[in-house]
């Protein structure tokens, strides 16, 4: 009887690290093979972090009088990737932002603009933010913003 017991717990034990080790790898095919996509994109009054766009709620955005940043959030990023955010006007670039993703990165957060006000404030016209996300020379997610005026 008591042999059962233990044998028993012995499967119950290495059975469930077993099913631990194979969840585990399983998430990682799932992270590999999970599509890189924009989770976020927009305009802000200020430079924002993932803490503040998990809440969801709208962002102030930016007036001819505060500081303009373009940010874009980009979920399963893969090595060797290049992100790159913009923040246009009037489809013109007036600052931008790279980054070579060195390794696979579930959550990817890059911001271009300016934190202070420009000089006799923001030009007069229509704002983007941008995001392209290229691997291996392809376009594998790209996504922008509605103009908008920075009244």
Do not use: C
């Amino acid at each position: 009887m008591l042999t059962r017991v233990l044998l028993t717990v012995l499967v119950l034990a290495f059975g469930s690290s077993l099913a631990s080790a194979e969840g585990a790898e399983a998430d990682k095919a799932d992270v590999a093979d999970a599509k890189t996509t924009v989770v976020s994109l927009g305009l802000a009054d200020r430079p924002v972090d993932e803490e503040t766009l998990l809440k969801r709620e709208a962002l102030p955005k930016p007036r001819f009088d505060s500081a303009g940043v373009a940010y874009g959030w980009v979920a399963h990023a893969k090595k060797g990737d290049k992100i790159e955010i913009h923040l246009k006007l009037d489809g013109k670039s007036l600052m931008n932002n790279v980054r070579d993703v060195t390794e696979d990165d579930a959550s990817v957060l890059l911001q271009a603009g300016k934190t202070g006000v420009p000089a006799g404030g923001w030009p007069k016209g229509g704002y983007t933010a941008h995001i392209t996300v290229t691997r291996g020379g392809e376009t594998v997610a790209e996504q922008e913003t509605d103009p908008v005026p920075f009244e």
